[in-house]
């Protein structure tokens, strides 16, 4: 399923989507970013609440397909247009990590 | 085998907040080469750690990526305090980062390990108070 697909039919709230077309293929929870960096694997679905530009990084230099901000978080808009930038899809939903994750498991 | 591609970038130590610019670049350069994605990300991300760790621990410094035919070079340099205890600081979760630091999402003590963990060789010279040079190696198929 691509991300735009996901987000679509879960009704998350995408902030930039410039790789909509993206396929998503499994999911890492994580807030720590170098935890991040050595165990997700590229195309996952990132699942995390931590938003700041340093997120975008890590997304970007990790290929992963989706950050899912959990529990409401949002992007300021400056790193929203940094995520825009580097192609990083980046959406939120108010669920928190663990509802995400369920919901979404049998799409990816 | 001849070098044929030198990427040099200045790590300023001054800026936390967009660190990473120079292992961005680099992922841009990469992929210009075509090189294959894998490559890429490992590159990439073992960069992007040792960046990090340069502006968290050591105030910046340099970092090259030389690209061989065979291999691709990271040579990452800074004149900070050095490593007091090189087996210590490669253990997961080890770490000696602030609060501040830890905060931003950083300073889990996974940086090192990351960072051998993604390269198939990794030399660490460090000498207390003077600095640190680290050379990673990933070989090409």
Redesign the interface.
């Given at each position: 399923m691509t991300a735009a697909e996901l987000i679509e039919k879960h009704g998350f709230h995408p902030i930039v989507l410039p790789d909509p077309e993206r396929e998503t293929e499994g999911c890492y929870i994580g807030d720590l970013l170098s935890w991040v960096m050595g165990k997700a694997c590229a195309g996952n679905v990132w699942i995390t609440i931590m938003s700041n530009v340093n997120t975008v990084a890590v997304a970007s230099l990790s290929d992963v397909s989706l950050v899912l901000l959990a529990e409401g978080v949002t992007l300021e808009q400056s790193v929203a247009e940094t995520a825009l930038a580097r192609g990083v899809n980046v959406a939120s939903t108010d669920l928190p990590a663990f509802e995400a994750a369920t919901a979404i498991a049998g799409d990816l | 085998m001849s070098e044929f591609l030198n990427f040099h970038y200045d790590v300023d130590g001054d800026n936390f907040?967009?660190?990473?610019q120079a292992?961005?670049q680099v992922?841009k350069n990469l992929r210009q080469l075509g090189l294959p994605?894998?490559v890429i990300?490992r590159v990439?991300?073992a960069m992007?750690?040792g960046e990090i760790n340069m502006v968290i621990h050591a105030n910046g410094g340099t970092a090259d990526v030389d690209v061989y035919e065979d291999r691709i070079v990271i040579r990452l340099a800074d004149k900070g305090p050095g490593i007091k205890d090189v087996a210590l600081a490669m253990q997961e979760g080890f770490s000696t980062a602030n609060e501040n630091v830890r905060s931003?999402?950083?300073g889990?003590?996974?940086?090192l390990?990351?960072m051998k963990?993604y390269t198939d060789d990794m030399q660490i010279d460090t000498v207390v108070d003077v600095g640190t040079t680290i050379t990673m190696t990933i070989r090409l198929a």
């Open positions: - | 907040v967009s660190a990473g292992s961005v992922k994605t894998e990300r990439s991300i992007y750690e931003l999402g950083f889990a003590g996974m940086g390990p990351n963990r």
